[in-house]
């Protein structure tokens, strides 16, 4: 496995671009942990991935969702029916934007 150990340097200029600040002792903390994590990561890109296909997810995923079937709609009355407020064919519900304005109106 070839794998270069990442420098202090390094590690100060990822940090720069993740928009970080950190003392040189936090710095060379940084590098002693990210070094196990990149190891571990040139041991993966050393596979044989050949002819395997890339996953979305580990265990196939399965619609469960019904099919879309036209059904009569219920009666304007009885869709209205259980509604605390009606507005001619409309449900009638308070206004919950804008403010403390009085929705009433």
Do not use: C, W
Not at 9 to 27: N, P, S
């Amino acid at each position: 496995m070839s794998f270069q150990r990442i420098t202090v340097d390094e590690v100060r200029k990822i940090a720069l671009l993740a928009r970080l600040t950190a003392d040189d002792e936090t710095l060379v903390r940084f590098a002693d942990e990210l070094e196990p994590i990149l190891q571990y990561v040139a041991g993966i890109q050393e596979l044989d991935v050949e002819g395997v296909e890339p996953l979305a997810h580990a265990v196939p995923l399965v619609n469960v969702l019904r099919e879309d079937i036209v059904e009569p709609s219920l009666p304007l009355e009885q869709v209205l029916g259980n509604a605390p407020e009606t507005d001619g064919p409309f449900f009638k519900v308070p206004k919950i934007i804008g403010g403390d304005e009085d929705s009433a109106g």
